[in-house]
């Protein structure tokens, strides 16, 4: 109840609960993260994050109670930055001296709070780019004095001022290079048929045909993930609320979410298999055994798009992957979402249906090298009776409402192998093949997975340009724009929020749908194509934008991995000494990435630009689905090549500017 009246305040009164407005731009660098101390948390924050070299500066020192988080105010604070080299050395010498003058000298200075109750903040200028160390001295709290200073060293990296790195213009011109190529192979094999690629039928493999046959097949992967589900709500709800430090964000958003979509990539669907929600919704569709389908109009992918995209604008806004609160609000409500579903439509309607990442996982699943296939489909036609569909006293059947026999896509597939088992001929296989294949050789298209396939593209993008230290200044910049009549009418905060969901939605849902359409209708103009309506080019060639979205969702999400997801282990050290009578050791907040920002800025690069090289080997197969015998297919589909290029240069630029993370280290 509280959670429901708190995003009914939002759509309210959108200025309580602006996302971005509790510390205005400040975001912690990356490496840093909060420290506990004599009963005080300290966090760095700064603005921009990360600092760059030669930009006016805020570093701010929020201070809060260890137990209840409630800000410090009135405190004596002292904040010093120095390149690590000067910091070391000053250190080495004060101490040779018999004093730190880190601690004690002109390499401090005094600081107020301003703005926020408990930020003290530094406004400085950072001269040079590279390592820094940031020391933060308390001398006074509450009125409390300490005989010595509580002394805090963070190390975080400044940035350099120049706009263009490297990685950004070796990725950028490889990029280009790629695109001609593509284009170039695509013209020259107008007509060149698309050779059969050979397969290995991974049920041969005995111990596996076993295991899939198996009746625990699923609820050995189910329950353990139930089981963790429901910790993960109960220490979301009864645990500490700073998502920096609770197990239930740091394990869901900084390690759950960004590892899921490489399973996607690799087994398709199989974490439906597993999915505590998914298990949920088929064990009270077998428990209330209901008759109903679900209505015909809304079998499709509508409207699970429309809640992932409204999932997607509540977390931009209320920062459920920064509260364990609403974190844990939002797993009771898909489990409640998933067990009436069960109760009044047959199988599993709500994973097909409604949940709000079907969609997105059944496109990426498309990339997937596994496939399950019937073997000779005229053998199914004629040695059985949709067995594999509705089960037999082997198997429950497809719990997902598909025909095996006719499946020719991944996107609906979850590999719960039910078919296998009530398959009478035994005439499944799960069958190898090249990565993104069925991007180009799926039969069957649909208006609402073009959409879709476009529109994340788009989602992704404005997704990872609100993590951007930038991003609030372009935010406020644009809401100028506003007339001052309305602008008056509300407090600053609210028209922002205002500013923002409009850049959201029509930057995700309307820019990118709208630039392919127009790339469709230049391509049936420039053909002279009568055939083919601009409508059914948009559907038959969005495939190719999968990897372009599926390339920025993992280096988006690659980004958080591996700068954020060490801090997952302090988090679990918390909690096994909290609620077991094991001492699991002192957790270590300042745990280092794993992997250097260098590392990981190359391998955003590198998987930008691949998903372009995979977008342009869809473009090469489909130039030629669509235009035949017709050599001019290709040069008519240079559009849509060019857009594909555009995403990724846009994505590319995104990238190379300095991120946020998700939450303190």
């Not at 004060?94 to 406004?123: I, K, Q, R």
């Not at 964000?249 to 900084?254: A, C, K, M, Q, S």
């Not at 497809?398 to 597939?413: L, R, S, V, Y």
């Not at 993104?436 to 993008?461: F, M, N, Q």
């Given at each position: 109840?509280?959670?429901?009246?708190?995003?009914?305040?939002?759509?309210?009164?959108?200025?309580?609960?602006?996302?971005?407005?509790?510390?205005?731009?400040?975001?912690?660098?990356?490496?840093?993260?909060?420290?506990?101390?004599?009963?005080?948390?300290?966090?760095?924050?700064?603005?921009?994050?990360?600092?760059?070299?030669?930009?006016?500066?805020?570093?701010?020192?929020?201070?809060?109670?260890?137990?209840?988080?409630?800000?410090?105010?009135?405190?004596?604070?002292?904040?010093?930055?120095?390149?690590?080299?000067?910091?070391?050395?000053?250190?080495?010498?004060?101490?040779?001296?018999?004093?730190?003058?880190?601690?004690?000298?002109?390499?401090?200075?005094?600081?107020?709070?301003?703005?926020?109750?408990?930020?003290?903040?530094?406004?400085?200028?950072?001269?040079?780019?590279?390592?820094?160390?940031?020391?933060?001295?308390?001398?006074?709290?509450?009125?409390?004095?300490?005989?010595?200073?509580?002394?805090?060293?963070?190390?975080?990296?400044?940035?350099?001022?120049?706009?263009?790195?490297?990685?950004?213009?070796?990725?950028?011109?490889?990029?280009?290079?790629?695109?001609?190529?593509?284009?170039?192979?695509?013209?020259?094999?107008?007509?060149?048929?698309?050779?059969?690629?050979?397969?290995?039928?991974?049920?041969?493999?005995?111990?596996?045909?076993?295991?899939?046959?198996?009746?625990?097949?699923?609820?050995?992967?189910?329950?353990?993930?139930?089981?963790?589900?429901?910790?993960?709500?109960?220490?979301?709800?009864?645990?500490?609320?700073?998502?920096?430090?609770?197990?239930?964000?740091?394990?869901?958003?900084?390690?759950?979410?960004?590892?899921i979509i490489f399973t996607f990539i690799l087994v398709g669907r199989f974490w439906c298999v597993m999915?505590?929600?998914?298990?949920?919704?088929?064990?009270?569709?077998?428990?209330?055994?209901?008759?109903?389908?679900?209505?015909?109009?809304?079998?499709?992918?509508?409207?699970?798009?429309?809640?992932?995209?409204?999932?997607?604008?509540?977390?931009?806004?209320?920062?459920?992957?920064?509260?364990?609160?609403?974190?844990?609000?939002?797993?009771?409500?898909?489990?409640?979402?998933?067990?009436?579903?069960?109760?009044?439509?047959?199988?599993?309607?709500?994973?097909?249906?409604?949940?709000?990442?079907?969609?997105?996982?059944?496109?990426?699943?498309?990339?997937?090298?596994?496939?399950?296939?019937?073997?000779?489909?005229?053998?199914?036609?004629?040695?059985?009776?949709?067995?594999?569909?509705?089960?037999?006293?082997?198997?429950?059947?497809?719990?997902?409402?598909?025909?095996?026999?006719?499946?020719?896509?991944?996107?609906?597939?979850?590999?719960?192998?039910?078919?296998?088992?009530?398959?009478?001929?035994?005439?499944?296989?799960?069958?190898?093949?090249?990565?993104?294949?069925?991007?180009?050789?799926?039969?069957?298209?649909?208006?609402?997975?073009?959409?879709?396939?476009?529109?994340?593209?788009?989602?992704?993008?404005?997704?990872?340009?609100?993590?951007?230290?930038?991003?609030?200044?372009?935010?406020?910049?644009?809401?100028?724009?506003?007339?001052?009549?309305?602008?008056?009418?509300?407090?600053?905060?609210?028209?922002?929020?205002?500013?923002?969901?409009?850049?959201?939605?029509?930057?995700?849902?309307?820019?990118?749908?709208?630039?392919?359409?127009?790339?469709?209708?230049?391509?049936?103009?420039?053909?002279?194509?009568?055939?083919?309506?601009?409508?059914?080019?948009?559907?038959?060639?969005?495939?190719?934008?999968?990897?372009?979205?599926?390339?920025?969702?993992?280096?988006?999400?690659?980004?958080?991995?591996?700068?954020?997801?060490?801090?997952?282990?302090?988090?679990?050290?918390?909690?096994?000494?909290?609620?077991?009578?094991?001492?699991?050791?002192?957790?270590?907040?300042?745990?280092?990435?794993?992997?250097?920002?260098?590392?990981?800025?190359?391998?955003?690069?590198?998987?930008?630009?691949?998903?372009?090289?995979?977008?342009?080997?869809?473009?090469?197969?489909?130039?030629?689905?669509?235009?035949?015998?017709?050599?001019?297919?290709?040069?008519?589909?240079?559009?849509?090549?060019?857009?594909?290029?555009?995403?990724?240069?846009?994505?590319?630029?995104?990238?190379?500017?300095?991120?946020?993370?998700?939450?303190?280290?």
């Open positions: 109840m509280k959670n429901f009246l708190f995003i009914l305040l939002f759509l309210l009164v959108p200025g309580h609960a602006f996302a971005h407005g509790e510390h205005g731009n400040a975001a912690p660098p990356t490496g840093t993260s909060p420290v506990t101390v004599d009963g005080y948390q300290i966090e760095l924050l700064t603005v921009p994050s990360p600092l760059v070299a030669g930009k006016a500066s805020q570093i701010v020192a929020k201070v809060l109670r260890s137990g209840t988080m409630e800000p410090v105010s009135g405190g004596t604070v002292s904040i010093g930055i120095a390149p690590m080299e000067a910091a070391a050395a000053m250190d080495a010498h004060s101490e040779h001296a018999g004093h730190a003058a880190m601690n004690h000298g002109s390499s401090l200075t005094p600081v107020p709070e301003v703005t926020w109750a408990g930020s003290y903040t530094l406004e400085q200028t950072p001269v040079q780019p590279g390592s820094h160390m940031v020391r933060v001295a308390l001398a006074e709290l509450n009125g409390r004095a300490f005989a010595s200073p509580i002394v805090i060293d963070f190390h975080i990296d400044v940035g350099s001022a120049n706009a263009i790195s490297p990685a950004l213009l070796i990725a950028a011109l490889s990029a280009l290079v790629v695109a001609f190529v593509g284009v170039g192979r695509a013209a020259a094999r107008a007509r060149a048929p698309i050779e059969a690629e050979g397969s290995l039928d991974l049920l041969r493999l005995q111990w596996l045909d076993r295991f899939v046959r198996w009746r625990g097949f699923q609820p050995v992967f189910q329950l353990p993930v139930l089981a963790l589900t429901i910790l993960l709500a109960y220490l979301g709800f009864a645990d500490i609320q700073d998502g920096a430090k609770n197990l239930a964000t740091r394990l869901t958003w900084i390690v759950w979410w960004p590892s999915c505590p929600f998914g298990a949920l919704n088929e064990w009270a569709a077998k428990l209330g055994k209901p008759g109903r389908m679900f209505p015909k109009p809304l079998r499709n992918l509508w409207v699970a798009t429309f809640l992932f995209v409204l999932l997607t604008w509540f977390d931009e806004q209320l920062g459920i992957i920064r509260s364990p609160y609403m974190t844990a609000s939002l797993i009771v409500l898909l489990s409640s979402a998933a067990i009436v579903t069960g109760l009044f439509y047959q199988r599993r309607t709500f994973c097909r249906y409604l949940c709000p990442i079907t969609g997105l996982q059944g496109l990426y699943s498309m990339i997937s090298p596994v496939e399950l296939r019937s073997k000779n489909r005229s053998a199914c036609q004629t040695e059985c009776h949709q067995e594999c569909y509705r089960g037999n006293d082997r198997g429950d059947g497809c719990p997902m409402f598909e025909f095996p026999m006719m499946m020719e896509q991944n996107t609906f597939c979850n590999f719960c192998f039910e078919c296998v088992k009530s398959c009478p001929p035994g005439n499944l296989a799960l069958k190898t093949r090249a990565f993104g294949r069925e991007l180009w050789s799926a039969g069957v298209r649909k208006l609402d997975e073009a959409y879709l396939a476009v529109a994340l593209v788009g989602i992704t993008s404005i997704v990872s340009a609100q993590m951007l230290g930038p991003w609030n200044d372009w935010i406020s910049r644009l809401a100028r724009y506003l007339p001052i009549d309305i602008r008056v009418l509300m407090r600053p905060v609210t028209y922002l929020a205002m500013t923002e969901s409009a850049v959201f939605f029509l930057l995700s849902l309307a820019f990118a749908p709208l630039l392919v359409l127009f790339a469709a209708w230049l391509a049936v103009k420039s053909s002279g194509e009568t055939a083919r309506s601009v409508k059914e080019t948009f559907v038959m060639l969005a495939g190719m934008f999968i990897p372009v979205g599926l390339a920025m969702h993992l280096a988006h999400n690659a980004s958080h991995l591996l700068a954020e997801g060490a801090g997952v282990i302090p988090a679990l050290q918390r909690v096994l000494n909290r609620y077991t009578p094991f001492d699991f050791g002192t957790p270590n907040w300042q745990s280092s990435p794993l992997a250097s920002a260098e590392a990981i800025h190359w391998l955003q690069m590198l998987l930008i630009v691949a998903g372009l090289g995979l977008s342009l080997a869809a473009y090469e197969h489909l130039s030629i689905a669509w235009q035949g015998k017709r050599p001019q297919g290709a040069r008519a589909l240079i559009p849509f090549a060019a857009v594909a290029l555009i995403f990724t240069i846009i994505n590319l630029l995104l990238l190379n500017q300095p991120m946020a993370m998700r939450h303190g280290m």
